[in-house]
Structure formats: C-alpha cells, structure tokens
C-alpha cells in the first residue's frame, strides 16, 4: 500500500544538538515535501524535493530525495527551542494521478534550552 | 500575497447534523486538496478540486462531499455528523493537481 514510515516517531534534544530523522516508503514517489506543525495550527512547508538525489537547503535544515526515490531524511543543524514541533514527511506516490498527498506518522521534537 | 484561509476556526457539532467548512485558496492557486487531521495522527487526504471539479478522493464516505467555486475558494460538507469526525479539517492549495500543497491553519471540529 501507500504508506510511509517516518522515524524516529519522537526526540528529546539538547540545544544546540543536530537532528537527523527520515521517511521510507515499500514504492516510488515523485514528489518528497517536509513539514513543521505546531500545535493547533496547519503544516508550514519547510523543504520541496522533486528529483531523485536532490539535496536541498533552507537555513539550518537540509533535505534529501532518495537515489532509489523510496526515502528522504531532514536534518536540523544547532537545534533551537523554536524548532520545537512536529515534522512530517509526505509525498505524491509514483502510481498516482490525483494530488493525494500521502503523509507519514510525524516526528516530535523537543529541544531542551 | 495572500496565503490560505480557512473557516470557522472551531466549530461544536452534534452527531446527525451537517457542517460546511469553507477555504479561500492563495492567490493564483486553482487546486484545493482537503485533510483530516485526528488527534497524534498526520493528514489523511479526502479528496481534491481543480478547476471545480473533483480530481481524486481519498476513503472516505459519500457523505463527505465537496465544492470548488469559479474563484477557486472551496467548501467541505460533512452530513450526518459522527463521533469519529471530531478532527482537524485542513485545507491546501496549489498551482496545479501534483504541485506543492500549501496549507491553511485549519477548522477544528468537535461532534458531541
């Protein structure tokens, strides 16, 4: 089926720390999207991957889209408390024709200051 | 540029009656994808409009239905409300069907 797994599911860091968390899927995707959710708010895009092997940067965070185009990883350099929240995977399945977004479970992250 | 826009922002329902959300698209958008958020859950995707047509539906049942207008804005209408659709309801738009999706804050709904 169309699903992807996101790990680890939560962390608990140090300021300053690095994170590293991915998203695999068992099929093909197209597209590979990162999101941050707050609490009670919608998810803000952070990163968008299109090809296989990119690796894109928007500040401290950095992303890439799988060579095998079934996983993706974000890292966070120098963690800090507003980085607190959840980060969601999600992607356009490679059999698909419809925009259906397919998203993974989420990462909590807690940043202790 | 204006971004997304959803509303109400919160909404209490009782089982068995019919809610319509509402979502303004961001400008120059013609696509509107619709989400249900549970609780420690991420977005499960229920069904997408271009240009006022539905263009793919995730599971969920016909009484889940929807509108996208000439302006690109969007409704969700949900009858006969069950415990179970006590969610977040989001709304994302884009340029085009497989573009990326930009979401808005959200409509939480409680049913009671």
Request: proline share 5%; with cysteine; hydrophobic share 30%.
């Amino acid at each position: 089926g169309q699903q992807l797994n996101q790990s680890p599911q939560s962390m608990f860091i140090q300021e300053g720390e690095d994170v590293s968390m991915n998203c695999t899927s068992s099929s093909i995707f197209n597209t590979w999207l990162w999101y941050k959710q707050d609490p009670g708010e919608g998810p803000v895009l952070l990163i968008a991957l299109y090809k296989a092997g990119e690796l894109t940067s928007n500040g401290r965070l950095t992303a890439q889209f799988g060579i095998t185009r079934k996983d993706s990883f974000l890292n966070i350099s120098a963690s800090i408390p507003s980085d607190v929240g959840i980060y969601f995977c999600a992607g356009y399945h490679g059999s698909s024709n419809t925009g259906k977004l397919i998203f993974g479970q989420g990462t909590t992250l807690q940043v202790k200051p | 540029e204006t971004g997304v826009t959803q509303s109400p922002t919160h909404l209490i329902k009782t089982r068995g009656q019919q809610v319509t959300l509402r979502c303004s698209s961001q400008s120059g958008h013609n696509t509107v994808s619709w989400y249900q958020q549970a609780l420690g859950q991420g977005p499960q995707f229920i069904f997408q409009y271009y240009r006022e047509e539905e263009n793919g539906r995730g599971n969920f049942p016909p009484r889940f239905s929807g509108l996208q207008f000439p302006n690109y804005s969007s409704e969700l209408n949900v009858n006969a409300l069950e415990l179970d659709d006590s969610a977040l309801y989001l709304c994302a738009s884009s340029l085009v069907q497989k573009e990326t999706q930009y979401f808005g804050p959200g409509t939480r709904l409680l049913v009671l």
